[in-house]
């Protein structure tokens, strides 16, 4: 079993920044895939970044590319979202995820963060 507890969301004004961070507890293996996912009020929670925990390898989604990064600390069994040029469209409750590989099931869940960004 795996725990993931998400911290650093706030409220921010449009064009700041954040750093979101999710701390795996328990047993992970090499092949993880660790991933954020967002949901805003009223619509389905949507995929927004990926990161590969034994190569580090990332995939984002359109609306954040070039402006959010996925990193990990292996060290710290930490994984990270720096998040930046903020929009009102990002206002949504951010969720850490954990596949046991890369066929993409989210098996584990974090119990996710609020990030609101001010117009």
């Known amino acids: 079993q795996v725990q993931l507890v998400e911290s650093g969301g706030g409220l921010v004004q449009t064009g700041g920044s954040l750093r979101l961070s999710c701390a795996a507890s328990g047993r992970t293996f090499s092949s993880y895939v660790m991933g954020w996912f967002r949901q805003a009020p009223g619509k389905e929670r949507e995929f927004v970044a990926r990161i590969t925990w034994s190569g580090g390898s990332t995939y984002y989604a359109d609306s954040v590319k070039g402006r959010f990064t996925i990193s990990r600390d292996n060290a710290k069994n930490t994984v990270y979202l720096h998040m930046n040029s903020l929009k009102p469209e990002d206002t949504a409750v951010y969720y850490c995820?954990?596949?046991?590989?890369?066929?993409?099931?989210?098996?584990?869940w974090g119990q996710g963060t609020q990030v609101t960004v001010s117009s």
């Open positions: 995820a954990a596949a046991r590989d890369n066929r993409l099931w989210w098996t584990y």
